[in-house]
């Protein structure tokens, strides 16, 4: 049992949300679909037009504000669009409507602009990247790389899924995609200009491959795409479709249960729960009880970093445990300093 208790101890599990990435400057939900919709009217006003009408027939109104809008409910009804076009063989691609493609590719610009590059990053984004150990595991909701910029630029590696990467100083978890990954091959007939590299799925049981691109890493590579191209994000949008999107991902929900039992101390930094975000809702369901198995044993502490107190509402069932620390601040250095100890 102590050799089992060593190796637990050594390496420990973040799971971070939207508001890890805000103090960098990357928009939250609030903003990004503004800033999204914006770059989109500008560069694709076509198409914009399709997606801004479905909008309209979505919110039943004749102009849309979309600092102001459902986000999830307006991703879900582009699911009914996209529904209704496959059910009429019309689907433009098996990866979805032209529509959403398009609204994904976006989406994921407006982030990759805002994401820092390697000389701007705030400081305590490279702290935090220096204070992970060998085989900590990240678990990221975002569609950002501000954390793999991070990493590079304190010269560490990271693998995104992989345990039997042994050569790699951080694992990734990126449960909800991210903008430098694609499903699938590049479809056109010449030869990729960017370098792309396989997760293995394949190896397993899925049809389908998913690549990762570190050169999008860098926010001047996206000025020389455009939707259609071989930059296509493959991110997993909100609403009552994200069931659809990640079983092409399902091996990332698969593997990480043994993250929350056979790590020490466990960090949620800046996380939020939608009500009907029922796929990670049931995620920690499943897996947070593992947590008080072993808290006895290795002392082990969950802390949960969010300036809203409301955040309790995530974690009904383990609100009056023990081994649970709320602090109800933004993300700081001063949390960075109680992780090193930690």
């Given at each position: ?43 694709s006003r076509g198409l914009f037009e ?249 002392n082990k502490i ?41």
């Open positions: 049992m102590s050799d089992f208790i060593d190796f637990i101890s050594k390496n420990r599990l973040f799971i971070l949300g939207a508001g890890f990435s805000a103090g960098a400057g990357i928009p939250m939900i609030g903003t990004l679909l503004s800033e999204a919709m914006a770059i989109f009217k500008c560069e399709r997606v801004n009408n479905h909008a309209k027939i979505c919110f039943q109104k004749d102009y849309i504000d979309f600092n102001a809008v459902d986000f999830a409910h307006f991703c879900t009804f582009l699911e009914y669009i996209e529904l209704r076009e496959y059910g009429g063989g019309e689907r433009f691609s098996d990866k979805g409507s032209r529509e959403k493609i398009a609204f994904k590719y976006y989406l994921s610009k407006a982030i990759a602009m805002n994401t820092p590059d390697e000389d701007e990053i705030p400081e305590m984004y490279c702290e935090f990247a220096k204070q992970l150990r060998k085989y900590d595991i990240v678990i990221t909701f975002n569609w950002d790389t501000l954390l793999e910029t991070a990493l590079k630029k304190v010269g560490k590696t990271y693998a995104y899924c992989s345990f039997e990467d042994k050569e790699a100083d951080v694992y990734i978890y990126k449960l909800h995609g991210s903008v430098n990954w694609r499903l699938g091959e590049t479809l056109f007939p010449r030869k990729p200009n960017l370098t792309w590299e396989s997760l293995n799925f394949k190896i397993g049981m899925m049809d389908n491959e998913i690549y990762y691109c570190n050169d999008l890493l860098n926010k001047n590579t996206w000025s020389q795409y455009a939707p259609f191209s071989e930059v296509e994000p493959f991110i997993v949008l909100p609403g009552y479709g994200k069931g659809f999107d990640l079983r092409h991902i399902a091996p990332l929900w698969y593997k990480p249960e043994n993250a929350f039992a056979y790590t020490k101390n466990i960090y949620i930094i800046g996380f939020e729960l939608a009500d009907d975000d029922y796929f990670v809702r049931s995620l920690f369901t499943h897996n947070l009880p593992y947590v008080e198995d072993y808290c006895d044993d290795l969950l802390y949960i970093i969010n300036p809203d107190e409301k955040v309790k509402n995530n974690f009904p069932f383990i609100d009056n445990s023990d081994y649970v620390k709320y602090i109800f601040e933004k993300f700081s250095m001063e949390h960075i300093e109680l992780m090193k100890e930690g």
